[in-house]
């Protein structure tokens, strides 16, 4: 996975990568590529401070020596990192992956028609999330002054990545031939979030201490009266402390998706959306359309906020694809009457005020609607058997929808997110598609969604009516058609996700339901009902040979763009890196050449 950052500050970001890390995740920070004379120099011996600022000076010396500036900052940074499965590299084939990705990225010499832009990677020790990765150091500008291009940079990273993942062997990101992806969290975010809820959590407690014995949530207790920092005079140590049990604590974008999701799955249309969310505890707030205060674009939640924090607002894309308003529209009617009442609701919440006409998600439901659903899903269960897995549209509506029955589950008994969270969180990544899917109204699947509606109405605490547990039945089998399909579409890493964690986590919500119903085994029982003890909790999900399903595609497919890819690779370096000078490289402005004025310049590389 590449994540590319621009900045203008080449000793700062050396320094960091030979330091020793925001939580000593650091170790034994070493070169491992760049041009010859850094290796010469440096070889693989572990990089102190001074020999990073060194490195730093020769990487940045064409920029100083021509006095040319880039928008954005002349540093380009990247990170490439492997998964934690796939343990680590030999710095030497770090090196080759290192070479070849410059060379896809066009920083080299292109053949030796082009001067070269300096470079360095750096690799100190795995990631905090046990990932192997190595970070490259580029300068933008060539040694003849020239600019190198990063139109696209971003793009060309990620077709780069996928290049190499063939050429290695390594393991490919599924997202892109599945065509789904998930936002991640990056490190700036997540602590950012943790030092503003430590920093709000702090203050709270400094503000009550005269009122309490101790002072909880601190290290240690402080009695009445005693002084009490605040929160910019405490030692950077002590900050960190608080920011890391935050960071421990989780991350609100995470529950606020399961919110957001479930309330989605469960409403019948936009208005009842809007209400189920505020019935959450989500403050909503509706982008409008310029100039109008009807017509709604988009909307942001967050959660609501303790005594002293400020709310975090997320918008929909920010919490999954699948949960922008466009896409939730696409599964609501679209009438007149149904759009006027969402713009109410959407300013109501917006200004604070109640909600303007209650619907359904007020009603309790019975144990008699529990049953007639069970039914309808069992028989939504036999149809899909008729869908081919590979059918990639119907199969990521069905994961989205019973993601958020799940979710709505969740949001409706577990006091904090559990099994029924994590299922619903992990069957999401099947539905988060590039491109929109098959409306459910036009699939049929009415059922998931009536699932959803009463699951939003369960009793909290796990208990719920006797047919809770009936419906994690089909719930089981909605699952295992998704697996189906990922193991089908070659998504190993989804399938395995499916077939192990997820399974166990609702495995043990139906042992949960049926230890409350039946405290002793009965006389009898069957060994589908045996099934839902300890031992079914550690089964894998099977391949059923009622769905009919082709084989999966043999050898691995590449798009167009990643052959080039390869193709560029290959033709730089057939064999290894070619043999270079130890001595620094020569700047001379070759920009003269060709124009007596360099504000002329006005080519792709400018």
Aim: charged share 25%.
């Amino acid at each position: 996975m590449p994540n590319v950052v621009r900045g203008d500050r080449m000793a700062g970001l050396l320094v960091y990568l030979a330091g020793p890390g925001r939580t000593n995740e650091h170790t034994e920070p070493h070169l491992v590529a760049g041009d010859q004379a850094l290796l010469a120099w440096y070889g693989d011996n572990e990089l102190d401070r001074d020999s990073a600022l060194a490195i730093a000076r020769h990487l940045d010396r064409p920029s100083k020596a021509f006095g040319v500036e880039i928008p954005g900052g002349h540093v380009w940074h990247c990170s490439l990192s492997l998964s934690a499965e796939e343990g680590m590299l030999s710095d030497e084939r770090w090196q080759e992956i290192a070479g070849d990705f410059v060379t896809a990225m066009g920083f080299d010499d292109n053949q030796g028609t082009k001067a070269a832009c300096r470079w360095a990677a750096v690799r100190h020790g795995v990631s905090g999330n046990g990932n192997d990765h190595v970070h490259l150091a580029v300068n933008l500008v060539r040694e003849d002054g020239t600019k190198a291009s990063v139109h696209n940079d971003f793009k060309t990273a990620q077709a780069a990545s996928r290049a190499l993942e063939v050429k290695y062997g390594l393991q490919r990101l599924e997202s892109v031939t599945a065509q789904r992806s998930t936002r991640g969290f990056k490190p700036a975010e997540r602590e950012a979030q943790a030092r503003a809820r430590a920093q709000s959590k702090h203050e709270r407690l400094r503000a009550t201490r005269a009122t309490e014995t101790t002072v909880p949530g601190l290290p240690e207790g402080l009695p009445v009266g005693a002084p009490v920092l605040a929160w910019e005079q405490l030692s950077g140590a002590q900050r960190q402390q608080r920011i890391a049990e935050q960071l421990r604590a989780g991350q609100p974008r995470e529950a606020l998706a399961l919110r957001v999701r479930a309330a989605a799955t469960a409403a019948a249309d936009e208005g009842e959306f809007v209400r189920r969310m505020r019935r959450s505890g989500l403050l909503v707030r509706a982008r409008f359309a310029e100039g109008t205060t009807d017509v709604v674009t988009g909307y942001s939640v967050a959660a609501r906020p303790e005594h002293g924090e400020r709310p975090i607002w997320y918008g929909g894309g920010h919490l999954g694809r699948d949960l922008t308003l466009p896409r939730l529209r696409s599964e609501w009617e679209d009438t007149p009457t149904g759009a006027s009442a969402a713009a109410a609701e959407w300013t109501a919440a917006k200004r604070g005020r109640r909600v303007v006409a209650a619907g359904r998600e007020t009603r309790e439901v019975t144990g008699q609607e529990w049953a007639e659903q069970d039914a309808k899903l069992r028989e939504l269960v036999d149809r899909l058997r008729q869908v081919p897995v590979d059918d990639r549209d119907t199969w990521a509506t069905v994961a989205r929808q019973t993601a958020g029955a799940l979710a709505a589950w969740s949001t409706a008994t577990e006091a904090v997110p559990g099994d029924l969270a994590a299922a619903a969180e992990a069957l999401s990544r099947s539905a988060q598609t590039y491109r929109r899917t098959t409306p459910p109204a036009r699939l049929g699947t009415h059922a998931i969604t009536g699932l959803a509606m009463l699951a939003a109405s369960a009793s909290r605490g796990g208990q719920g009516p006797i047919g809770q547990a009936a419906l994690i039945s089909s719930v089981l089998r909605l699952t295992q058609a998704v697996y189906d399909h990922a193991v089908v579409s070659e998504q190993h890493r989804q399938a395995r996700l499916l077939a192990g964690e997820t399974r166990a986590q609702l495995m043990r919500v139906r042992a949960a339901h049926s230890a409350t119903q039946h405290p002793t085994p009965r006389p009898g029982r069957g060994a589908s009902e045996a099934a839902s003890g300890p031992v079914a909790a550690t089964a894998t999900l099977e391949r059923p040979a009622s769905y009919a399903q082709p084989e999966p595609a043999a050898g691995a497919q590449v798009s167009a763009e990643v052959q080039e890819m390869l193709e560029r690779m290959n033709a730089a370096f057939p064999q290894a890196p070619r043999p270079g000078s130890p001595l620094p490289s020569k700047l001379a402005d070759e920009r003269a050449k060709h124009h007596t004025d360099p504000a002329a310049d006005r080519g792709q590389e400018r």
